[in-house]
Structure formats: C-alpha cells, structure tokens
C-alpha cells in the first residue's frame, strides 16, 4: 500500500538541539498526525493537524499542516535525551478513517 | 483518550500454528484497526474490523489468513493463521474514539515464529 515519505530516516543530534522532519505524500490528505513510538510500545499520539496551513504546539513540539494538503513538518525545540524514538507521520483522508503511516525517522540524541 | 489492553503482549510460535490476539478497550468504540509492523519497519493497515459484519481487509491481506472478530463495540481479536517466519512482526490494535479524536493505539503483539 501507499506510505509517506518522511525525511530524514534518521538523526543523531545533541542535546539542547533543534530539530526539524517533515513528511510529504503525493496524495491529499485532510488530517495528519504525528505519533512517536519508544522500543516495546505502540506509537503514542503527539500532534493532530485538521485545517491546511495549520500550526499547533504542545510543549516543546510544533507541527504544521502544509498548505497543500501534501506535506507535513514537525519540530522539537531543545532536545532531551528521552526525545529518542522513532516518530512517524499519518495521514487520512478524514477524521474517522484508516491511518497511512509514512517511513518514519529515528531520531538519538546525545549528551 | 481509551486505555487499549492487547493480550499476549509477545509469543514465539512453531510455523504452521495459529495465534489469536485480543484487543481490548475501556469504552465502547465505533471503528478498530489492526495494524502490521515488520522488523524496522512503518505500520501498515492489514484491516478495519467493523462491529457485527465482516472485517474490511486492505490490498494484500486476506481474511483466510488473517481472520477478525468483532463481536462487540470494545472487544476485537486478530488470528494469524499457519505462520511461517515471514509473520514475525509487531501487530497492533487501534481505536477511534470518534469526532475529532484520532486513533489511539494499543502497545502491540511481538510475534515470532520459529
């Protein structure tokens, strides 16, 4: 099936870094959400973007619904150590509906 | 959000044999998924499971393999049928809670077969 491309696929960056990935499909989507998923657990749900051009924050993490439809950015301001996962994108063409995931981007950070 | 219990949370099987896996939520639900994650890899959508019909199975899943039970609105099951070690894989459940709360996600199956 169809998934997103996420890039980058993965990072190692240093704490108290920022850091940016995005997501793009070539595909319209009407919602899209950004998950993280620590070793032995279901991917937790971080971000949910409805409305195209859309920026929403929780905490240290931003997100934003690209204006077309196509693409999705996510941001982590002042990394911490425990910010290691592997985050993925998801999209879906409505609120009520089947995810698609994208690749994913693993991300480390040192101290 | 729902608090999603998944039963086994691991396994390790004999290829040929079939494994069920339950998926339980605290509230009653209208839509659940079942998800596949192979080793390293994204989460790809095997089915929805809808409440009192038949599952509904995405390209390249089958209900002969993968049949789903959906008897009640907080309860689903899973079944991998005659697994090789191509089946090794994370499964998880999901739920969606409705209105504009998205999908929410149970802490999945590791599954091995030997």
């Known amino acids: 099936g169809q998934q997103l491309n996420q890039s980058p696929q993965s990072m190692f960056i240093q704490e108290g870094e920022d850091v940016s990935m995005n997501c793009t499909s070539s595909?319209?989507?009407?919602?899209w959400l950004w998950y993280k998923q620590d070793p032995g657990e279901g991917p937790v749900l971080l971000i949910a973007l409805y409305k195209a051009g859309e920026l929403t924050s929780n905490g240290r993490l931003t997100a934003q619904f690209g204006i077309t439809r196509k693409d999705s950015f996510l941001n982590i301001s002042a990394s911490i150590p425990s910010d290691v996962g592997i985050y993925f994108c998801?999209?879906?063409?409505?609120?009520?509906?089947?995810?698609?995931f994208g690749t994913g981007t693993r991300l480390q950070v040192t101290l | 959000s729902a608090v999603i219990s998944q039963k086994p949370s691991r396994d390790i099987c004999q290829r040929g044999t079939s494994l069920t896996i339950q998926c339980q939520v605290d509230s009653q639900v209208t839509m659940m998924f079942w998800y596949r994650q192979q080793p390293g890899q994204s989460l790809t959508l095997i089915a929805t499971?809808?409440?009192?019909?038949?599952?509904?199975?995405e390209s390249g899943f089958v209900i002969d393999k993968f049949p789903i039970s959906r008897p009640n609105l907080t309860f689903s099951t899973l079944t991998v049928s005659n697994m090789s070690p191509e089946d090794s894989s994370i499964y998880l459940c999901?739920?969606?809670?409705?209105?504009?709360?998205?999908?929410?996600f149970g802490d999945g199956t590791r599954l091995s077969i030997l």
């Open positions: 998801a999209g879906s063409t409505g609120t009520a509906s089947k995810l698609t």
């Open positions: 595909s319209i989507f009407n919602t």
């Open positions: 499971a809808n409440q009192g019909s038949e599952a509904t199975y």
């Open positions: 999901s739920v969606d809670l409705g209105g504009d709360r998205p999908q929410h």
